[in-house]
């Protein structure tokens, strides 16, 4: 049963969390937030539209060495996740709903189920929202996953738009700080 004073991470794996990395459980289980920073190497999906809507969306900038500072700030029932790629921010708030992990980028929500798969935390998409409200068709698809290693994780981020393929993938290698 959740406690009062579980982490987000601790409330949305429940019993899996145990099972995380050292690395991974130590940082989701800090209860007021961390920071981490590291490299990602950064690609579009190639086409103007592909990279406009990219630009649009924000997506972190392209390039293969793109420096990350993460900060995590925890709240009663949220996490406020800002992201900074080579000093350009991405800001995202994430809480729990029912057994999903909700991450809220500007207008548009995205839900996740949450899972420990060998020591790797596995973001499987689930559906988009806007206001609280399931959309019919999924707007962008974002898998992720981040897999522990002996001092911080390696991650895989995805994100994918119906009908036009891959906006931006950026994957690589995060310490916490």
């Not at 999906?45 to 700030?73: F, N, S």
């Not at 992990?101 to 973001?123: D, H, Y």
Request: glycine fraction near 8%.
């Amino acid at each position: 049963m959740n406690q009062p004073q579980d982490t987000l991470y601790q409330r949305v794996l429940g019993e899996e969390f145990a099972h995380l990395s050292p690395t991974l459980r130590e940082f989701h289980g800090v209860p007021h937030g961390g920071q981490a920073q590291g490299m990602v190497c950064v690609r579009h999906g190639r086409g103007i539209i592909r990279h406009t809507l990219a630009k649009l969306l924000r997506l972190p900038p392209e390039g293969e060495h793109i420096a990350v500072h993460l900060q995590v700030q925890a709240q009663e029932n949220c996490e406020i996740w800002v992201r900074h790629f080579e000093g350009v921010p991405v800001q995202t708030i994430q809480w729990q709903r029912d057994s999903f992990l909700i991450e809220k980028a500007g207008l548009l929500c995205f839900a996740f189920r949450v899972s420990n798969n060998e020591q790797t935390l596995q973001f499987d998409f689930s559906h988009n929202e806007i206001a609280g409200l399931r959309l019919p068709l999924a707007v962008l698809k974002v898998e992720a996953q981040a897999r522990g290693l002996e001092d911080g994780w390696h991650i895989t981020v995805v994100i994918r738009a119906p009908f036009l393929g891959l906006l931006a993938e950026y994957q690589g290698e995060i310490r916490p700080c």
